[in-house]
């Protein structure tokens, strides 16, 4: 058995000592007694430690792989193989699963398109046609004419705007609404709109008001879409508060960001409904019981705009109390 070099070491350690010792005491017992010493010790370490230990917790080497080993990691091969093939057939069918459901959607995009617009020219048609008899353009009428005619009137501008509803919804869910950013003054905006909305306040006899108007610096928004925003938000308000209500607008600055907070004193939204308030074609229960037509797209819609301005829009609510809602649009770093 050859000698480790440890052992090496200490054998040449005990050599130097016992020379050193003859060198400088001349004695030659005292040299042979540590160099008997040190073969002892030196065996005595090779015995207790310098023998290696079998490690701890190390199982045995397996013994080669015999026939049935084998067998088995052939079958598992090809289970493996089989998984592989069924997960890209999987993949190649939910692929083409995909594509129709795209191809699908896009067919649902042009199918509402041309019912839309074929629909909206006779309703336009429609409109003029009677706004020119209730002008008094075709004769002069009774009271009783012109109560039904108005009716008419109302009815074909409903029908109107729930086709417009759909449209803009349907455009904005397959990515095809147009934005055109642009710096707007928006409480110029808002004006405007307050005096398109209040014939309708003042036919139902509430009171609508500035909550606040502070000074805001001019965003970076879609004119024409923020517009759909403010007068959905406004004409619900008036429509779900009772007559001699209130709605009040408010408009803050909040340095990064512009508020707009449209409160009323309505019929609120119950607390079991408010989660679904943004969901397509959703009303409230006790919306549907108040005013009965309506398309369930408004709130879809403004969220959608809102979203599509980098803003946020909340509300709170309680049922009997009305509802308030806010929105928050950016200020854009050039204001």
């Known amino acids: 058995m050859q000698a480790t070099r440890k052992e090496i070491t200490i054998l040449g350690s005990i050599a130097l000592i016992a020379i050193t010792i003859i060198l400088f005491t001349h004695d030659w017992r005292i040299a042979a007694l540590i160099a008997i010493a040190g073969v002892y010790v030196v065996a005595f370490f090779k015995t207790q430690i310098f ?20 067998d088995q990691l052939k079958r598992s091969n090809a289970q493996l193989d089989h998984s592989a093939k069924l997960l890209i057939r999987r993949d190649l069918e939910l692929s083409r699963a995909n594509e129709k459901l795209l191809q699908l959607d896009r067919m ?17 048609g429609i409109k003029w046609s009677l706004s020119m008899i209730l002008n008094g353009e075709m004769g002069e009428m009774s009271p009783e004419q012109k109560t039904y005619l108005l009716k008419t009137y109302e009815s074909n501008e409903r029908m109107i705007d729930l086709i417009n509803d759909l449209l803009q919804a349907d455009r904005l869910e397959s990515g095809m609404m147009r934005f055109s950013f642009q710096p707007t003054p928006i409480l110029d905006l808002i004006d405007n709109i307050l005096i398109e909305v209040s014939p309708l306040a003042e036919h139902k006899k509430i009171r609508l008001t500035y909550a606040s108007r502070e000074e805001v610096p001019t965003l970076s928004i879609d004119p024409q879409n923020m517009r759909v925003v403010l007068q959905n938000l406004l004409e619900n308000a008036i429509k779900y508060t009772p007559a001699g209500g209130d709605v009040t607008i408010g408009v803050h600055n909040k340095g990064h960001c512009v508020e707009i907070v449209v409160k009323d004193s309505g019929i609120g939204i119950p607390a079991k409904d408010q989660k679904n308030i943004f969901q397509r074609f959703y009303r409230a229960p006790n919306a549907v019981l108040t005013e009965t037509v309506g398309s369930g797209l408004g709130l879809y819609i403004v969220k959608n705009i809102i979203d599509h301005h980098k803003g946020t829009i909340a509300f709170t609510s309680e049922r009997g109390k009305g509802t308030m809602f806010s929105i928050t649009l950016p200020v854009s770093k050039r204001s």
Do not use: Y
């Open 51 to 70: 023998t290696p230990k079998p490690p701890k917790d190390v199982p045995h080497a397996a013994p080669d792989a015999g026939p049935a080993q084998i």
């Open 108 to 124: 649902k995009s042009e199918f509402v398109a041309l019912v839309t617009h074929q629909l909206r020219t006779p309703l336009s």
